[in-house]
């Protein structure tokens, strides 16, 4: 088995002791086929047990945990030290507010899911016992939308949610597209009321930071351009008297 020595420099911040975030330096010793995540696990199990992050599933599933990986927006159980050089750089994501070490705090952002309401939405109230089925090719319209873990890199790496944070961002951007274009849905202009305002699609610059580091290849740059054009529709309807367009 071969043993690589890697050199971490892992942030630290404890908001209670620290005026500023500072470095940490720790040697460990990995496996080639190691994760990031893996190495860092290390360092909390065998060199620092006060060291502070999230993470679950080690599978690229639970989103949890992203960070900046050499100044990159990563998942860091996707993030493998064979790609890596022999220093790494190991930061809490950008463009939010640490909470403790690694860990930032999300609320900002949970917030502004629950806003673009990610759910069905009907107007009809129909039995009980009746089913909206789907067809493949409807599925396939925003199956690739439904992929988002919100491990919040996109914001990360969006230069838009950097400057303005009342940006509603990309993955709850991607997220409202999903439901827009569900065939079960009936609320695509409600939601048009809130992406297409000032802090909606229209703020975003198209630069496509969010969709390159995307481990999941969602695409949320695509999908808010998408809106763009519906929102422009939308608009030229109420216009020219036409009745709205949902779903």
């Known amino acids: ?3 690589r020595q890697l050199e971490l420099e892992v942030m630290r911040y404890d908001p209670e002791k620290d005026e500023a975030p500072w470095f940490q330096n720790y040697s460990v010793p990995c496996e080639e086929d190691w994760a990031i995540l893996d190495a860092i696990n290390y360092v909390k199990e065998n060199i620092d047990t006060t060291l502070s992050y999230r993470w679950s599933c080690h599978m690229m599933v639970c989103g949890s945990c992203g960070m900046m990986v050499n100044g990159e927006p990563s998942l860091t159980c996707k993030t493998f030290i064979r790609d890596l050089p022999d220093k790494v750089r190991i930061e809490p994501l950008e463009n939010f507010p640490i909470e403790r070490d690694l860990v930032v705090v999300l609320d900002d952002v949970m917030q502004k899911l629950h806003k673009v309401q990610p759910y069905i939405i009907r107007k ?15 599925l396939e319209k925003f199956k690739q939308y439904t992929m988002c873990i919100n491990c919040m890199c996109c914001y990360a790496a969006c230069p838009q949610y950097g400057l303005n944070q009342n940006f509603i961002g990309p993955a709850a951007l991607a997220l409202a597209h999903r439901y827009n274009l569900d065939s ?3 609320g695509k202009s409600q939601r048009l009321d809130i992406l297409a305002d000032h802090d909606g699609v229209w703020d975003c610059s198209f630069v496509g930071a969010c969709s390159e580091v995307c481990p999941k290849h969602v695409d949320p740059a695509a999908a808010i351009q998408q809106m763009k054009i519906d929102g ?11 009745p709205g367009g949902e779903s």
């Open 124 to 138: 009809d109230a129909p039995p009980q016992d009746k089913e909206f089925k789907q067809s493949p090719g409807a």
């Open 232 to 242: 422009a529709m939308e608009w030229w309807k109420q216009k020219l008297g036409f």
């Open 184 to 186: 079960r849905d009936q």
């Open 1 to 3: 088995m071969t043993i």
